[in-house]
Structures are given as structure tokens and as C-alpha cells.
């Protein structure tokens, strides 16, 4: 009962099974629910008492003008109230749809409990009460107090990237769960992350996150919570019938997502979350890999540490010559997880990392020609706190590019001085900055871009994205969009793009948490794992159109790539570390026919972070 979801199974040849599909009433995809036995219970004459379930749900399922006038959201209702059918105290509930509540006692007592809540600091919506993780939280009926047997839940988020607060059991199959805010940051109240264990066989439960931060979200369209268990260790979607995302007027009108479950291995430890996790341990051990296999295009460094010191990692991808002393640089700057819950940016930060190490022709070629800077996290405090967008001191990193400090956001405050260094390096072209992210609310991949008065380097801006739209079938160019909004001033795209000189583009990269839809159809993809990678490696080949590199593939043959530790012992060469590994700023060789001292800001820029 102890075990970590984390670890290993208990049988690694146990076939991948999909959940919800056991038992008696179970919901199987494409086939409607067997309601037998709850039509049986509702026709025996000595019915039980239906329980207190769902104070605040039944109030928040009455016809409202965010849900009455959508059309598919009627629709998803539907759906909700038949798999909720399945549960027998469910039964009032969705019934209460349509034809209110039924006992004036029960009635009685909600109202009871919805008016002193908040008086016993309950409040539904009240995060203030939540300090941090539940820790092997067993929930227990009221009122009893026997010894503790299987069907108490026990739920736990103490582990890496995890995220849940508190449980208010509502009944004995319905529970409200509470996002646990960001640290330091009460704003922010989206990613969850929590395993659920000492379940029963056949045990149906209604699981209500009720303090989302946001009011939009893909819930709408269709997303359902991840779910993996230790007999079935790889990540799942919920069926999206078994989710619904509505207003609740006693959550502070917060959107509450309810979604239903059957557990159906009692042994198991469950685990749910917002969307496929990627912490830094994760990330750690991907890396200590890479560097165990000495790519001599492959480099690795420490460019900083977080507050909680964790590494900022930096990566350069190229070919050795274009590091010699001397050699001229075209760089393209990559970077993610600057917000921390933003897990599809490490897949598609993978992605881009395995294309471009690879024997591929194209990744060679790429490597040749470009250098490739690499910083996949940003943000690892956050990462391993299980923040949604925050640092451990509540900062959103992504809005204190102007002036970052170094005690404060010393891995933005590390980037920014390394990305300064190379603009002020007269050998050095920094051609590209791309910040990849994920988006709650929309779907496909797409851009964000800046406005320039020059409207040959806008329309200059445009093809990148429009490259990657012929390349990637989950990209959207017509989702990409270019502004100069206030409130993004503070972000890596704008103030880049401010900065840099006319011949390098600055974009944001979000890709949808949920989904991507084809072309000339209206059916959603849900994203995968190997999906979001896949995007990344179609981002690393559009650089090869976007060079116009095509004709050097064909001429590229592919051997076996050379090794560090062989390279050294047979010609006596030492290798270079990357250059910019110390953080000091270079000025521009003014004497030098290639200098770039006619940069705007380029040798009078003042580095704001240095005040300091």
C-alpha cells in the first residue's frame, strides 16, 4: 500500500489494458452503459436513503447561460448523467438534472452546510486553508471510527511534480479535490498530479476538481484527465463521456471538472493528472544518458542553478568545426518549461533533441551549418514543486525578461546574460529564439511573432511558421498570430525581439495540451507522447527549408559518428568546451569588417539585470 506509483510494476509483461473496461456496469468505448443493476436498485421497495452527494454539484447542474446555450455542452451533460448512473448514490444526482431534489431533509441539511462553510473555514473555493500536499491522506465516512479497510481512499501527492491539496469527501463515492497554488502564488491553480490508493474492486467514484484558476479550458472540447496505474504503467485518457466541466455558483462560481471512475485492481495505486507529467528527474536521467554516449556534436553544461539549486542545463548541438576558435556562428536558441506545468514543452524539447543528434541526413547537414543552444527547463524548481506556472518564490519567469534578478530568477537571469554575450559577439549570428510552451485553451501547434514597423522583415517573420505548417501536419499557421501586446512585454519573444537586430526572429512555440485537428476535417487527435516529440522533430527539419539546405542531403553519407574519447586518442586533438560557458559580456571588435557594431544597442546596451 506504500508503493509509489513512481516504481516499477509488478509485472512488466502484464498487457497493456485499457481503463473502465471490467466489471459489471462498466463503460466500454462505443458501446452504451449496463444500467441493469441500478434500474434493480431503484425498484426495490426498501431503497436506502440516498446520501448527502453533491451539495454544491446538483445546485451548479441547473440550466445557467454559460451551459444552456452550448449546444455540446448539453450534450456532454447527457453523457455525465448516464455514466454517473452507474454509481448509486449518483443516481439522485444526475437525476437532479432535470427534475430537482428530492427530500426536503436531505435539501434541508445542504442548505445547512452551504451557508456555514464558510464560517468554519470551509469554503469551498477558499485556498488560503491549502499549505501544501495531501501526504497518505486517507479519507474516512464521518462519524466512523472503526479500523481503517479497503475503500477508504487514500490519496497522496507528496512525490515529484505533484500536486493536490485537499479532499472533502462529500459521500461515500463523491469527493472534491483541491488544486494545491502555486508557492507563493495563490493565482494559479491548474496542474494536478495525485496517486489514489487502498482501493476495492468495482469501487465507482466522482472525483470534482473545484478551484481551477482558469474559466476556459479544453475540458469543453473534449479533454479528459491522464490516468496509469502500476499494473498499467503507461499514461491514458479517461473516455471524454466520463468528464464534464461546468460553473458551480458555490465554488465561488469557480469551474469545477467532474469527472467518473471505476477502480478495478484492488492491489494498484492510481494515478491522475492534468496532462502526460515530465519532471526533472525525468529530464536529469534523460541527459545522463545522451552524455554517456560521448557524441562529439554533442555538449553539456551547467549554466547556472535555480534557488533550490537544480541545474540550468545547457545544450550545444553541432559539428566540432563550427566551435574552433575564430569560426563564424549561426545560432538558433532554444528554451522551455519556463512554466513549469507546461509539460508538453519538454516532449517537444525531446523531440527536437533526438532529431537533431541523430544520424538522420537532414540532423546532419543541420549540424553542420548551425549551432544549436538548447536550454530544455527553465524553470526546474517549479517542475519539481509541481507548479503551474510559477517559481518557487510565485514569479512567472516568463514576464521578468526586462529585468531579471540574479537571486530572484537566476536561471532567467543565466540565459539572458549568455544570450547578451553571443549578440555582442561580432563572430556570432543569433538567428533564431524560439520559447516553447503549451496552451490550455486552443488546439493544434502555432506561433506567436512580433510586429515590426518594417514590413519586409514582418512578412521575412512569416516564413518560419509557414514552413512548419507544411511540414507538420498538427501545426495551425492560421492560429499563428503577431503582436506587441502590453502584457507580454516582460516575455522572452518580445523583449528578444526588441533587442536582437533585424536579422534574427523571436517566436513563441505553444502546442495544445488536448488535441490537434487535421486539415480539412473537424475530428480532434488527442496529443501523445510520441505525437509531441514528433512535432519537435519536424520543427528541427523546417530549419533545413528555411536554409535552403535541401541539395546537401542527398550528398551526405551516413558513418558511424565519432566518438570523444576515440577522436582524442588517435590524433591527439583536445576538445573545446562550447564558448559563452563563463558568463562575462563581449564587446564587439569594432576593427573587424564582419563586426556587428552597427547592432542597435549593441555596445552601449546596458544589461538591465546587472544593476543587481
Known amino acids: ?26 463503460v466500454v468505448e ?15 421497495e426498501a431503497c436506502p436513503k440516498s446520501p448527502e452527494l453533491s451539495t454544491n454539484h446538483r445546485k ?28 448509486p ?48 491522506y486517507m479519507v474516512l465516512p464521518a462519524g466512523y471510527c472503526g479500523q481503517p479497510r479497503k475503500g477508504h481512499l487514500i490519496f497522496d501527492a507528496c512525490f515529484e511534480s505533484g500536486n493536490l491539496g485537499r479532499v472533502d469527501q462529500v459521500s461515500e463515492f463523491e469527493y472534491d479535490l483541491f488544486i494545491r497554488p502555486d508557492t507563493c502564488n495563490p493565482r494559479f491553480r ?8 487502498n482501493v476495492k474492486e468495482s469501487q465507482r467514484v466522482i472525483f470534482n476538481i473545484v478551484n481551477f484558476s482558469k474559466t476556459k479550458s479544453l475540458y469543453r472540447d473534449g479533454m479528459a484527465p491522464m490516468v496509469k496505474s502500476t499494473s498499467r504503467p503507461k499514461w491514458q485518457r479517461l473516455p471524454p463521456k466520463n468528464v464534464y466541466y461546468y ?15 471505476c477502480f478495478d485492481r484492488e492491489e494498484d495505486i492510481y494515478q491522475f493528472a492534468y496532462c502526460y507529467p515530465y519532471t526533472y528527474t525525468r529530464f536529469q536521467h534523460y541527459l545522463d544518458s545522451l552524455q554517456k554516449r560521448n557524441m562529439d556534436y554533442f555538449f553539456r553544461e551547467q549554466l547556472g542553478q535555480s534557488v533550490q539549486q537544480r541545474q540550468l542545463d545547457l545544450l550545444t548541438i553541432t559539428s566540432p ?12 536558441f532554444i528554451t522551455g518549461r519556463v512554466h513549469p506545468g507546461e509539460t508538453p514543452s519538454s516532449f517537444v524539447c525531446q523531440g527536437i533533441i533526438d532529431f537533431l543528434i541523430s544520424q538522420h541526413p537532414i540532423a546532419r547537414v543541420l549540424r553542420e551549418h548551425l549551432v544549436f543552444k538548447i536550454a530544455p527547463m527553465l524553470n526546474p524548481d517549479g517542475v519539481y514543486l509541481g507548479n503551474y506556472r510559477c517559481s518557487l518564490m510565485g514569479f512567472d519567469l516568463n514576464r521578468h525578461w526586462l529585468d531579471p534578478s540574479p537571486w530572484a530568477h537566476p536561471t532567467l537571469h543565466g540565459v539572458k546574460q549568455l544570450i547578451i554575450q553571443m549578440y555582442n559577439d561580432p563572430k556570432t549570428s543569433l538567428e533564431f529564439y524560439i520559447d516553447i510552451h503549451a496552451h490550455s485553451t486552443m488546439t493544434n501547434g502555432f506561433m506567436y511573432g512580433n510586429i515590426f514597423e518594417d514590413e519586409e522583415r514582418f512578412q521575412r517573420q512569416a516564413v518560419f511558421p509557414k514552413l512548419l505548417c507544411q511540414n507538420a501536419e498538427d501545426f495551425s499557421y492560421s492560429s499563428t498570430s503577431f503582436n506587441r501586446d502590453a502584457v507580454k512585454a516582460g516575455t522572452g519573444r518580445r523583449f528578444l525581439g526588441g533587442l536582437l537586430d533585424h536579422t534574427s526572429y523571436c517566436y513563441t512555440l505553444e502546442v495544445s495540451f488536448y488535441s490537434y485537428i487535421l486539415g480539412g476535417t473537424t475530428d480532434a487527435v488527442p496529443y501523445t507522447e510520441e505525437a509531441y516529440m514528433k512535432l519537435g522533430r519536424n520543427v528541427a527539419r523546417t530549419f533545413l527549408d528555411y536554409y535552403r539546405l535541401n541539395p546537401m542531403v542527398e550528398k551526405v553519407a551516413i558513418p558511424m559518428p565519432r566518438l570523444r574519447k ?45 544593476s543587481f
Open 247 to 261: 460553473r458551480c455558483p458555490d465554488h465561488r462560481k469557480n469551474y469545477v471538472m467532474s469527472f467518473a471512475f
Open 566 to 610: 576515440e577522436e582524442t586518442e588517435a590524433t591527439g586533438w583536445k576538445e573545446k568546451p562550447p564558448p559563452y560557458k563563463h558568463l562575462l559580456l563581449r564587446g564587439p571588435a569594432n576593427n573587424s569588417p564582419n563586426s556587428k557594431g552597427n547592432k542597435k544597442s549593441s555596445v552601449t546596451h546596458k544589461d538591465p539585470s546587472n
Open 60 to 87: 451548479a447542474s441547473l440550466p445557467s447561460p454559460a451551459v444552456s446555450t452550448d449546444t455540446r455542452g448539453r450534450g456532454r451533460r447527457a453523457r455525465f448523467q448516464q455514466i454517473c448512473r452507474q454509481i
Open 321 to 332: 568545426d563550427n566551435l574552433r576558435e575564430g569560426a563564424e556562428k549561426k545560432v538558433v
Open 1 to 26: 500500500m506504500g508503493r509509489s506509483i513512481l516504481g516499477t510494476p509488478r509485472n512488466k509483461f502484464v498487457k497493456e489494458e485499457p481503463f473502465l473496461e471490467f466489471g459489471a456496469g462498466a
Open 190 to 197: 491548474v496542474w494536478f498530479n495525485f496517486t489514489v490508493e
Open 30 to 44: 462505443g458501446q452504451g452503459p449496463d444500467t441493469s443493476w441500478v434500474e434493480a436498485l431503484e425498484n426495490q
Open 89 to 136: 448514490s449518483a443516481a439522485p444526482h444526475c437525476r437532479g438534472f432535470s427534475r430537482g431534489f428530492r427530500g426536503g431533509g436531505t435539501t434541508k441539511k445542504m442548505a445547512e452546510r452551504s451557508q456555514t462553510a464558510p464560517e468554519a473555514g470551509n469554503d469551498m473555493g477558499n485556498d488560503d486553508a491549502i499549505g501544501g500536499n495531501v501526504s497518505k
